[in-house]
């Protein structure tokens, strides 16, 4: 397997309309989100979470718009098991979305969204296959796929994915 360079793995993260800055999982019970961002260094081959089991969390999506305004933002996400859908939610991001200076690092968008939690036991510790979908209007516009790895209770959060 060959390594990514940044500027490839960043390239991912951003098309013609929009450009992901970061996604951020607060869990309840400790003190520091997990954050996956542009600026990380070093930045890991892939966006990969280790989340301990039975957690409860918000997720926080801080993205930028490129070209034109986007209207009726959507975020969709599935999580699968050998390529059965073990969680999927649908959630509004933002009713209309200008477009952002690029030159100004804090003019950005963000949307937590609504606390979820994670299911938990032996079976279910292990790693799922996750998709983040934006959607405008209901068409896609950009999409990423990722990994979900759920652990003991006891193993603290982590962000995976370097390889």
């Known amino acids: 397997m060959s390594l990514k360079t940044r500027e490839q793995l960043l390239a991912d993260f951003e098309n013609e309309l929009i450009r992901f800055e970061a996604m951020s999982i607060k869990i309840d019970g400790y003190e520091q989100p997990l954050v996956f961002s542009r600026d990380m260094d070093p930045i890991p081959q892939r966006l990969y979470f280790i989340l301990p089991e039975y957690s409860v969390y918000h997720l926080t999506i801080r993205f930028k718009v490129k070209r034109r305004s986007l209207k ?92």
């Open 72 to 163: 009726n933002l959507t975020y969709h996400q599935t999580v699968k098991k050998s390529g059965i859908i073990v969680d999927s939610r649908d959630l509004p991001m933002a009713q209309d979305a200008y477009v952002n200076d690029h030159t100004n690092e804090n003019d950005y968008h963000e949307v937590t969204f609504a606390r979820s939690g994670l299911p938990g036991g032996s079976f279910l510790r292990t790693e799922f296959t996750s998709k983040s979908i934006i959607r405008e209007n209901g068409k896609k516009i950009w999409s990423y796929r990722w990994i979900l790895q759920i652990v003991e209770k006891s193993r603290p959060p982590a962000i995976g994915g370097f390889i």
